[in-house]
Structure formats: C-alpha cells, structure tokens
C-alpha cells in the first residue's frame, strides 16, 4: 500500500469487563465508532465471539484486547487499562489531571502527570459495598430497571445505610424498607451518594483532590453519582466524556493500528482465542450425596365451612408467606409466597389475597372462621401493626415450633432464608443456642439467586437441577460474598461450564454457612434444613457432603416460619395466655393505612426516628431500636432508665470520675488536649484525663466520626479502626492541635489472666494516624504504655510525657497519682453497681443478658 494512501481497513478494540464486553470499532480518527456493549453473564468467550461475528473479519486491519482476567481468553499481548487510557487521552485530545474509572466491580484512580500519563493507579476494596454490580443487583430485589432507577433517584433523600460491608449494606436497604423507614427512591439516592462519597474518598487516597477529573466507566451516566462527585470534591473540574462507556476498549482499537493480535488467516474468528485451563481445585458431584438427604412431601387440607382456622404470616427480607393452618388438624390448607419487593404491606396483602382465592375455590360465599393472627420475620412487627394483633414473635421461635411439629427429635436447626441465615440448636423442642450470619458472610439466599443471575445467567428456578448436573464444581472462596463473585467470574473466564460453577457456589455458600454462622458449635444429628432456600435442593445436597449427616427437608420448607408462628399462637390460646381474635380476610384486605407520620423519640440519645401509623382510624407507633413502642402498643409498663447500665457507666466515667470535657465548642482560657472516644479511653477515661487536668488542660473528646476522616483510612480493617481516623478528623477540624494517642501495648488484669494484651490495631493507633493527615497541623503524643502491671506501673512514663508538656516532673508526678486514685475509685464504683444490680436481680427472680465485648465495642 502507497504510505500516502488513507489506510480504510477497521481497528477493532476489545474491552473485557468484570460483567461487561465493550467492543468498539473505527478508523481514521474514530469520531464516529461502532460500539457494542453487552453482559457477558459469566460467559465472555461467547459474548466476544458474539459480537465480533458481527465484523466481517478480512475488512479488520487490527485487533487489541484489555480488561481483566478475561482479556487473557484471546492470543496475544493485552493492552493494560493505563495504556488504553492514555491513548484515549491523546485520541480525544483530551486533558486532565486524574482519571476515575467507575467499573462494574471496582472503582480506580489513576493520577495523571501533565503529559497525560498515568503515574499511579488506587483501586476501591473490592469486599466493600458501593460498586456498579452492587447497585445493581440492590435495583433487582427492588424490581428496578436502571432507567427507572435513574429517574426516582433525584426525588430521595439521605438515609443511613452501612457503607463497608455489601451484605451489611443489603440488610439496611432490606430492613428500612421492610419497617416502612424510608422510600424506595430514599434508598436508590443513598446508594449513588454512597458510591460517589466511596469514589471521592478513593481520589483522597490517591492525594488528588483539585483540578481537573474525567470520569469514564458505567457509572458515569448516573447524574446523581456526578452531582455527589461535584458536591465532595469542590475544588475539581469534573467532566463525563461522551465515550465514557467504552473509554478504555476505544484506545485498544486506537492501539491495535500499532499493536495487534495475530489476525484470523482463515477468515474465522474462532482462531484467536487461546486453549484455557481453570486453576480452581474441584469438589465430588452434589448428586453423589442423594441417598443422605431425605425431602418429606407435603400434605395439604381443604378449607371447611366449620373449621376454626389459624393465620400465620412470616416478612422475610425477600420475600413474604402466609399460610392458613386448621386449629385442630395442624394441617395447611392454603397458602402463598410472593417476592416483598421492598413492601412489606403490598406483598402481604398479596398473600392475604392469594390465600383468600384458594378459600373461595373450597367453601365459595363463606367467611371462615380465623381465630388469630400471627406474624413473624424481619418486617413481622410492622405486619402485626397493619394486621392489628398483638401475637408477633421472632423467626427463631418460630421456625423451632416448626421444625418440632415434623421432627419431634430435632436438635439442630439450618436455615438460609433470603438476607439471613441462622443456625438453632433445640433440646427438648426448646432452643438452647442461636447464632446467625454476620460481617461478609456469603451464605444468603438472596447472595445465590443474584450470583446466578448476575453472573451467569440463570435464574433461581433453575439453578437446583443445573448444579446437580455438575461433574467438576471448582472450589470458590466461602469467605465473602465480593470474593465468591469474583472467583465465578474467573472461572467462567477460564472456561469452567455453567453447571459445574452453579454447583462451585452452592459449595460456597454451605461452606460459609459452616464457618461462619456454625463455627465451633455442635452439629446434632437430626437436622434439619428449612427457610425458602431449602427449596434448592442441591443445597440440601452440599450440606450433606460437607456435614456427613443425613439432612432432612420438611415439607412446605419455605412457609415453616408462617406454619410454626401459627402453632405458637395456637399454644398460647390454649394456655390462655392470648385471647382468640377473629380476622376477617375480606377486612383485612381492605385495610387501610390512612397517615404515616414520623417523630423523633428522646427517651435517650439514640434518637430514634419512630413511625406514627394510623390504621383503620386507630394510631400505632412503630420502630425503633428498643421495645418502648412495642411495649406502649400493648400497653406494657417498663421503666427503661432502671437498665440504662450504659448510660449510667458512661456517667460515672465521663462526669464522676473523669474530668468532664468542654461541651462543643465551649470557649476556654486554658489550653486544651484531645482524646479520642475510641479504644482505651472507653476503659481509662479518668486516668487520662485527671492526668491532663491537673496539669492544668481542658479535655476535649471528639464528638462525632467525621466521614472525610474516614476516607482518609489505608486499609480496610475493623470498624474501630475507621473510628479512629472519623474521631481524629472531627478533633483537628475543632482546631484541637494536642492530641494525645497512646500506643498501648498491654491493659492491667487481675493476674488470673497470662496477659491482656491491646490488639495490633489499637496499638498502632499513634503511626497510622499520623501517615494517614501528613497535611494536617496537629502535634501527636504517643507514649508507649504497657499496663500489664497495673495502671501505677508506668509513673514514669506519664511523668516524662508531663515534662514534654513543659511541667515539673513533680507536678506531673503528683497528677499521675491523683489520676490513678480516680481510676481506681471509677472501678470500684462500677463494680459497687454490678454488686447492687445482681441482687436486685436476685431479689426480683429477673433474668439478665450479659453483653461481654472490649469497653470501646459494648459502650
């Protein structure tokens, strides 16, 4: 070809996502590429192939690939994603001072020098919640589109949702909606300004804060996103290219006229993609363990004109059940299970409608005879307020009166509902031990049907008899839900079939169930597995391989909440201990919740915002984190303040015994120290602050946990750890410039320990804050403390911090020991009330719950 002649052939760049293919081809400058965006589900191999059928492979001049893992399914070198930026940069003419890619799975920052390269690049957590994905999948259990999402978001407003963890975040999304706390659209706008503040704080750690930031990736079309984004970054000039989208598959094709992979000779695109293995390890297949799992089919009874019925209703995070069960037979004779959406209220009388149908169909034109009304789960008190009885009692009860009535022998309850999963331990029918999942545990129902769809798929209809077809499930990460996908998404990318990953999840999610909602306690050997996800049963089928016991299925597994909560009310209305109720169906579908209306209750300083719901004329408070409102409906008389041992713990450190600090922005001639409310000054609190005190110190205590400070954290650790850097910000951002911080290496025990030594994350306290504010203006002291031999054991250490202040070591020596006898006398008071608060129990024959955890957790 003349090298002056215009080179027509069609670059082609492929960009490999976690969950999308971005294709795009052009030529000359690209002005007007062709673009092909599609969800590969698991399958990018395919999806490529797909869309590259679409070109006609002898008008291709060059073809270069980047992304992740997946970009390694094709021959050749992959363009890295920094070199495709940089050659969209200059492709585009654009300039910039730093990048923010808003992906599917992650987000990244990529700072830029002034010749438009990248010198770095900081990506999120991937184990956090705030990422496109995570969005996602939250529109879906809403039953949202993107579009409709889009649109509703602007509308909310703000409300708290946990911004660390993915599954602590889908339980506040669940729950706020299931107790009716905020809207739908509340909780789309909080997730966008939660992945912008996620996406600032990224930018934070990567030291850019001002000038000039493009912001390309899926995410870059939400304008809720780019608002938050202007509002957290004030000083920065924030632009969306209109090929955002694609932005770094169209450098690839810009690249691929100077660096190509070996183009097809055949005029076949077949030939460019590589043989792969997948690196996992396999498991034995689920179906091998048919023989030790037992289903028990269901029975069902017809309504009767003179029955006397019971109606139990269970609100689970996902979904909703109720069942009508005969008084005398225990039998059901109608049911539903409908998906809650996000409406506790709409789903139940979904159900209410449902069950009443199958009635219609059995004894036409004949109002039954329902004694009681019973409601259980997560959105269970709200439905008690709306059904107007008083017979609410939590799943676990339930779900025991259940699984008793099927297996008089139980001893060990598995259940996996939609949001939570709980194992339960029964002697004698009653349980004697609970525990449920917690932190990032992937043992959720709702984690498998939102795996399967969003990464391979498959819906959850089908995805029992699909892994039962495995032959080689690969092993996949049981540890968290943000690390399970990411292994999918790399075996499918490896070529592992969709059968065998469908039976590496369901692996995943019992392994996880095991060891993190198990752990150490006893599995009995009558067990059985029930909650909706029981309907799996491949499930059923990996608890037997990874249990080596028999694993029974009830029948009507998904309705035990709803069937058990009705045989507890059954007992108590025999017992007399509840009266009988009469619901009528037609009545309670016509129901009507005619104001809702919010107040704030200040019975402490949780402040808790309490839904005021009028129903059928009749006005109900609702919510909050204590009983108080639960107990004002049924009329129950408690004087909450008599066990406030917080609060009244909390009055003899800060008040009796320590130095009271300046109360918000109080003025004060002396000069002032910082404490931080974290760690030990929930233990030494009075020794602290008498120290500085008699120095002659005002004490101020950080008052809130500062989110800018938060950001500013290195690493994910614990959520104290985050605390530390929130209440170090609010203290600096007060103007406090002395902050003491102590490494704290061992606290004082009574010598029945070998030792009581502080956590490395609260020994390091004093380094991290430092590296973590290098441009902030304060002056740090951190003494090494090791209190392991009593509090008086390091005079000298406090009185050579009192000489840095500029005191006599006198002076400072005689502060040290006025501080020590307040901190002896603060532990003699509070154990002079733990003394008076057990005889009271004694007296009273009350029963108490022991809270045991580290001061700077329990208080």
Not at 10 to 30: E, H, L, Q
Not at 315 to 329: E, R, V, Y
Request: proline share 4%; glycine share 8%; aromatic share 8%.
């Amino acid at each position: 070809m003349n090298g002056n002649m215009e080179d027509n052939r069609t670059y082609v760049g492929v960009g490999v996502g976690a969950s999308r293919v971005k294709i795009v081809c052009g030529s000359g400058d690209f002005r007007s590429p062709a673009v092909f965006l599609q969800d590969h589900l698991g399958n990018p191999k395919e999806v490529i192939a797909g869309l590259l059928a679409q070109i006609e492979p002898r008008s291709v001049g060059g073809l270069a690939v980047t992304g992740g893992d997946g970009a390694s399914l094709l021959t050749g070198r992959k363009i890295c994603e920094c070199e495709a930026i940089e050659e969209s940069l200059r492709l585009l003419d654009l300039k910039a001072d730093a990048i923010l890619s808003l992906g599917g799975e992650s987000f990244v920052a990529y700072p830029l020098d002034s010749q438009g390269r990248v010198m770095d690049h900081v990506s999120g957590n991937r184990c956090a919640a705030g990422t496109v994905e995570f969005f996602k999948q939250q529109l879906g259990r809403m039953n949202l589109g993107i579009e409709e999402a889009s649109r509703i978001a602007g509308s909310g407003k703000v409300v708290p949702l946990a911004k660390r963890c993915s599954v602590h975040c889908k339980s506040d999304c669940t729950h706020a909606l299931n107790k009716d706390r905020c809207s739908v659209a509340d909780i789309v706008h909080t997730l966008c300004h939660n992945m912008a503040e996620k996406a600032a704080g990224l930018l934070r750690n990567s030291r850019f804060d001002k000038g000039r930031l493009l912001v390309i990736g899926g995410a870059a079309s939400n304008p809720v996103i780019i608002d938050y984004l202007r509002t957290f970054l004030p000083n920065c000039e924030i632009l969306v290219p209109a090929d955002a989208a694609y932005f770094e598959a169209l450098g690839a094709a810009s690249m691929a006229r100077r660096i190509s992979l070996p183009l097809p000779s055949n005029g076949a695109w077949s030939g460019i993609f590589r043989e792969t293995t997948v690196s996992f390890a396999y498991l034995d297949p689920l179906d091998k363990y048919a023989d030790m799992v037992t289903f028990i089919p269901g029975k069902r009874a017809r309504a009767r004109e003179n029955g006397k019925y019971l109606l139990g209703i269970d609100g689970g995070s996902t979904t909703t059940k109720a069942a009508l069960i005969d008084f005398d037979s225990h039998e059901i004779c109608a049911s539903l299970y409908v998906r809650t959406n996000g409406s506790p209220e709409r789903a139940m009388k979904e159900c209410l409608a449902g069950v009443l149908a199958q009635v219609q169909e059995t004894v036409p034109n004949v109002k039954i005879n329902i004694v009681g009304t019973a409601t259980t789960g997560s959105s269970g008190e709200i439905l008690s307020v709306l059904c107007e009885t008083p017979a609410y009692h939590n799943e676990i009860i339930a779900h025991a009166y259940g699984a008793s009535y099927f297996c008089p022998e139980v001893d060990t309850i598995f259940e996996i509902g939609g949001q939570d999963s709980k194992f339960t331990s029964l002697k004698a029918r009653v349980a004697v031990d609970f525990n449920m999942n917690e932190s990032c545990s992937a043992g959720t129902g709702s984690f498998i049907e939102e795996s399967a769809k969003d990464d391979l798929g498959v819906p959850m209809e089908q995805i029992a008899e699909l892994a039962l077809k495995s032959r080689r499930p690969p092993q996949f990460s049981d540890q968290c839900a943000a690390f399970a996908n990411t292994d999918i998404r790399k075996a499918s990318q490896e070529g592992a079939t969709r059968e065998d990953n469908l039976a590496g999840l369901v692996y995943a999610i019992v392994e996880n169930y095991i060891s993190k909602v198990v752990g150490k306690r006893k599995i009995g050997d009558h067990i059985l597995f029930q909650g909706g996800t029981s309907k799996n049963r491949a499930i059923a089928h990996a608890f037997a391989a990874k249990t080596g016991k028999h694993i029974t299925v009830p029948p009507d597994s998904e309705l035990i909440g709803c069937f058990g909560i009705a045989l507890w009310l059954r007992e108590k209305i025999l017992a007399g201990e509840m009266p009988e109720q009469r619901s009528d169906l037609e009545q309670m579908l016509a129901s009507v919740v005619s104001e809702k209306r919010e107040f704030t209750c200040k019975s402490c300083s949780n402040f808790c915002t309490i839904q005021n719901l009028t129903v059928n004329g009749t006005r109900y408070p609702f919510g909050g984190q204590c009983s108080k409102w639960e107990n004002a409906r049924q009329s129950r008389t408690v004087e909450a303040n008599d066990f406030d041992f917080v609060e009244k713990r909390n009055r003899l450190m800060f008040d009796e015994f320590g130095a009271p600090p300046l109360a918000g922005d109080a003025y004060t001639a002396k000069p002032t120290i910082g404490l931080q409310a974290v760690f030990s000054v929930y233990a030494l609190y009075p020794l602290y602050s008498t120290f500085f005190n008699k120095l002659g110190y005002d004490i101020v205590l950080s008052e809130t946990v500062d989110p800018r400070g938060v950001q500013m954290c290195q690493s994910a650790r614990c959520y104290p750890y985050e605390i530390a850097h929130g209440t170090f910000y609010d203290l600096v951002e007060r103007g406090v410039h002395r902050i003491f911080a102590p490494h704290l290496v061992g606290m004082p025990h009574d010598g029945r320990a070998v030792a009581s030594l502080a956590c490395p994350i609260a020994q390091s306290l004093p380094y991290y804050l430092a590296a973590a504010f290098p441009e902030k203006e304060f002056k740090l002291y951190d003494p090494v403390l090791d209190m392991s031999g009593g509090i008086r054991s390091v005079e000298e250490v406090f009185v050579a911090l009192g000489s840095a202040l500029g005191h006599s070591a006198e002076l400072a020596t005689q502060a040290f020991r006025d501080a020590c006898e307040k901190q002896e006398a603060f532990e003699k008071a509070v154990r002079e009330e733990g003394r008076r608060t057990l005889e009271w129990l004694e007296k009273e024959n009350r029963t108490a719950v022991v809270l045991v955890g580290r001061p700077y957790n329990a208080f």
